[in-house]
């Protein structure tokens, strides 16, 4: 049985062994393959359509020539000048073209990309022309730059209108020294007194001949003793009598607050009763015999003042002492004090006493000194002590205590020469702070200082 092929879009039967009538259609398929099949010869094969050789193999070729009328005579790609290769664009909406101009610069969509610029002179910078190639030029004018990218601008190129009206150029960037006249400055420029030059410390200011500050041989201090000045001072001074031997024509001199007439001539005749009375004598506690005057001896009774060697003093009121002491013809009470004091465990336990009172009165020196103190629960064995007596204690003392402990017979105890009191019982038997447990102390004593 024949079998059916497809050459060139077109079916053809090919015969098996034993067909018949085979010949029309073979000589039909012979004739196809001469005149469509590619041959090694080559020449002319013009396709009707795409050829598309899969996704697994390709072509290989020597090169590729575009059948555009004079195409490129070597190269793998020979294209004609009109010719371009395409891809298309990232976003999908057209083609990347690169082709050649009529000038043979190598275009990219259009525009030259390449000018030889391998070749661009020392010193030059490339600039597109009228053409938009890219032409080799030398900066001029304003601006110059050298082969290492350094540009400068030339002197005396940059003019007023160049500068921008916000280009807050830096004063200390500017020459103006000797510059700056009157006019320059604006009337509301209210300059500080500071930036004048200084003249003189704490001088009054005057013009000179030129009409220029300067400094005077006048102090502030010196014009500070015109100040309030409401006149003429030399005629004021004119008004006033000399220091020395003056001459007053019909005085008032008003009445003096305070001062000693000395050397005084004439009568009083002319005084008024109240004020002076003369050849009289002082009397009363205080008396006089011309210029001499004397206290009388007076005692405390009534409105007097004392001045007796050994004065009687009626009911008197002391006082408070600023600096010294009451002499009883013995010893002097040079010290009186009354205050509190803060008694604390010195048992070496840290026990946390609860003071209900601690007052001291000190007379000379003995301390009258009272407490009471409510021990907490503790089961120290350690001798029971109290510290902060307020007075150092000078020899030793003792004060019965009263406590609701059971313990009886209990004394305090002042050391000497500190400010501790032990608690012992009647014997010196030590007692704990666990006898104490939860219980109160009271007593009231003394000791020496």
């Known amino acids: 049985m024949s079998t059916t092929v497809v050459f060139n879009g077109i079916s053809y039967q090919v015969p098996a062994q034993g067909d018949t009538r085979w010949g029309p259609y073979t000589s039909r398929y012979l004739t196809a393959l001469g005149t469509y099949a590619l041959a090694p010869s080559g020449g002319a094969f013009t396709l009707t359509a795409d050829v598309n050789f899969g996704a697994n193999f390709g072509l290989l070729s020597k090169y590729f020539t575009s059948i555009t009328s004079t195409p490129a005579t070597a190269g793998v790609l020979r294209l004609a000048k009109t010719d371009a290769v395409e891809w298309r664009n990232n976003a999908g909406a057209g083609n990347n073209v690169l082709s050649v101009d009529s000038s043979d610069h190598l275009l990219w969509n259009g525009t030259v990309i390449d000018n030889n610029l391998a070749a661009l002179p020392d010193g030059q910078i490339w600039i597109g022309n009228g053409s938009s190639i890219p032409t080799p030029q030398t900066l001029t004018g304003d601006v110059t730059v050298t082969d290492l990218g350094v540009t400068a601008i030339g002197a005396g190129k940059i003019v007023n209108s160049q500068i921008s009206n916000s280009a807050a150029i830096a004063y200390s960037k500017l020459s103006l020294t000797g510059s700056i006249v009157n006019a320059d400055i604006f009337s509301s420029a209210a300059i500080a007194t500071s930036k004048l030059a200084a003249l003189s410390a704490s001088i009054v200011p005057v013009t000179d001949a030129s009409g220029f500050l300067t400094s005077s041989a006048t102090t502030t201090t010196e014009l500070g003793y015109v100040h309030g000045v409401t006149s003429a001072i030399q005629t004021q001074m004119d008004a006033k009598a000399p220091l020395n031997s003056p001459v007053l024509v019909t005085p008032n001199l008003g009445t003096p607050s305070a001062g000693v007439l000395t050397n005084c001539s004439g009568t009083a005749a002319s005084l008024t009763a109240g004020h002076v009375t003369t050849n009289a004598n002082l009397t009363g506690p205080i008396t006089s015999s011309g210029n001499a005057t004397s206290i009388a001896s007076q005692t405390g009774t009534g409105t007097k003042f004392v001045v007796d060697t050994s004065p009687v003093l ?93 313990v009886t017979d209990m004394i305090a105890s002042f050391r000497n020469a500190t400010t501790t009191l032990t608690i012992l019982k009647t014997g010196d038997a030590a007692v704990t702070n666990a006898n104490l447990t939860t219980g109160f102390i009271i007593f009231t004593g003394f000791y020496l200082i």
């Open 314 to 406: 009626v009911t008197p009121t002391l006082g408070v002492a600023a600096a010294t002491s009451i002499n009883f013809g013995d010893t002097a009470l040079a010290n009186y004090k009354e205050g509190t004091w803060t008694p604390a465990d010195a048992s070496g336990a840290s026990l946390s006493l609860t003071v209900t009172s601690a007052k001291y009165t000190r007379v000379g020196n003995v301390a009258h000194i009272q407490l009471h103190v409510t021990y907490p629960s503790t089961a120290s064995g350690a001798a029971a002590s109290i510290s902060g007596l307020p007075f150092t204690v000078n020899g030793y003392g003792t004060a019965k205590i009263e406590s609701n402990t059971g």
